[in-house]
């Protein structure tokens, strides 16, 4: 494990009730995507586990395998003194990469999330679209069909503090801009709240028109930080992305897809890589080409080749 390796937290009783629920459908013959996609996650991730309740590992061998109390991979939360459960749990959010807990509701889940800018999961939605988070199924998009970010984005796309968006071609027009990456910032806006900072990397030097159009569209709401990177020079490996905290969505055509009547007007196969995949190379790869996009906007800021 390294420093650039995500680190997750669990509670046991989030841990038991998936175990529950896996071997559950088992018994029952019942496939599932999405509870097979996490444990795969489970199996190849690194974390710390609240001990809310006693895991009982005899009774799953899933529990024995990942739950190691010295080992390497998960080890024991510690709670600091007079301290509740909830408490924390609350405490772990801004500390770990994502959190799991079940006991935390939807509605208390979408506000600490608009909060933190992480990702906090319960069973029930590792039930019901890990497959997809996990990179799995992402849907092509073909010339001819009708598009929306929002749809789009919303079976795989969870909270982040910065997103960065690559691609030399999207601001070669303003029509480019309204059709696709404006749709695409109120998807983010609506998907997870997001508060963060968007760094645009693209080649057109029109950021002051560009500056003044999110001001129209988006107003006193626009309540993150924008900063628009002019390079000539964008790397090969870097075209076309959309790179996040946790999630890395290549575009092979480009973010410029969609026409005035909202229809895609060429085939691509969208890719993402994740770090919920349970796919160390896909963990590797994010972690290395998000930190070297990182690099790059920092580089091109500090030489003056940017708007904020």
């Not at 799991?100 to 999961?121: C, K, M, N, V």
Request: hydrophobic letters at 40%; glycine letters at 6%; charged letters at 20%.
């Amino acid at each position: 494990m390294t420093s650039q390796t995500p680190v997750f937290f669990f509670t046991a009783t989030f841990l038991h009730a998936f175990a529950q629920k896996y071997y559950d459908a088992l018994a029952n013959a019942q496939e599932s995507k999405h509870l097979d996609a996490f444990k795969q996650f489970l199996y190849n991730s690194y974390g710390s586990v609240l001990l809310d309740r006693e895991l009982k590992l005899a009774d799953y061998p899933m529990l024995r395998r990942v739950f190691r109390s010295d080992g390497p991979q998960y080890s024991v939360y510690t709670m600091e003194e007079d301290t509740s459960y909830l408490d924390s749990e609350l405490q772990a959010i801004d500390k770990f990469t994502a959190s799991f807990s079940d006991r935390l509701s939807g509605s208390q889940i979408t506000a600490l999330e608009s909060q933190f800018q992480r990702p906090l999961f319960n069973l029930e939605r590792v039930e019901q679209g890990w497959h997809y988070l996990a990179g799995h199924d992402t849907k092509t998009l073909a010339e001819g069909s009708e598009h929306d970010w929002e749809s789009f984005l919303g079976p795989f796309l969870v909270p982040t503090s910065q997103v960065i968006l690559c691609d030399g071609y999207l601001s070669t027009n303003l029509s480019k801009v309204r059709r696709n990456l404006i749709p695409l910032i109120h998807a983010l806006k609506s998907l997870v709240q997001f508060q963060g900072q968007i760094v645009l990397i693209s080649t057109k030097p029109a950021f002051g028109d560009l500056r003044q159009l999110f001001q129209d569209e988006f107003g006193d709401s626009l309540n993150f930080q924008l900063v628009l990177v002019e390079s000539t020079s964008i790397k090969v490996e870097h075209d076309r992305r959309l790179v996040t905290d946790s999630q890395l969505l290549n575009i092979p055509t480009g973010f410029d897809i969609v026409n005035d009547r909202g229809i895609v007007t060429r085939n691509t196969e969208p890719r993402l890589i994740s770090i919920f995949s349970g796919d160390k190379n896909q963990v590797a790869t994010h972690s290395r080409l998000r930190s070297s996009l990182i690099e790059d906007a920092n580089k091109l800021i500090a030489r003056g080749a940017a708007s904020g």
